[in-house]
């Protein structure tokens, strides 16, 4: 079945995954910057570029994933995983 190639073989589909795989492991970074330094003008600059990038037509041509749920999926995330390492670190002081 020549026809049936997997997508995930096809070298544009991985292209695709691996910028917006970056992109999102890029943005993760700027968040937890900003979390840890709120003022930190460089991390902002570069999380609002990314959410630029997950608001355009070429993510949207990149992915069916909505770029506003990705967007509070990782501002989820960060907020989560920053309270739950507190919980357990206090946790281990006991």
């Known amino acids: 079945m020549a026809g049936s190639k997997n997508l995930a073989e096809d070298?544009?589909?991985r292209?695709?995954?691996a910028i917006v795989l970056?992109?999102?492991a890029d943005y993760r970074v700027a968040l937890k910057k900003i979390k840890a330094h709120p003022k930190n003008?460089?991390?902002?600059?570069e999380a609002l570029e990314i959410e630029k990038f997950f608001r355009s037509g070429w993510y949207s041509q990149l992915t069916d994933v909505d770029?506003?749920?990705l967007i509070r999926r990782l501002q989820d995330e960060i907020?989560?995983?920053?309270?739950?390492?507190?919980?357990?670190?206090?946790?281990?002081?006991?």
């Open 11 to 13: 070298p544009y589909e």
């Open 15 to 17: 292209l695709a995954n």
């Open 22 to 24: 970056q992109a999102v």
């Open 41 to 45: 003008r460089e991390a902002i600059s």
């Open 67 to 69: 770029g506003e749920y």
């Open 79 to 94: 907020r989560q995983s920053e309270s739950i390492r507190g919980k357990k670190n206090k946790s281990n002081r006991r």
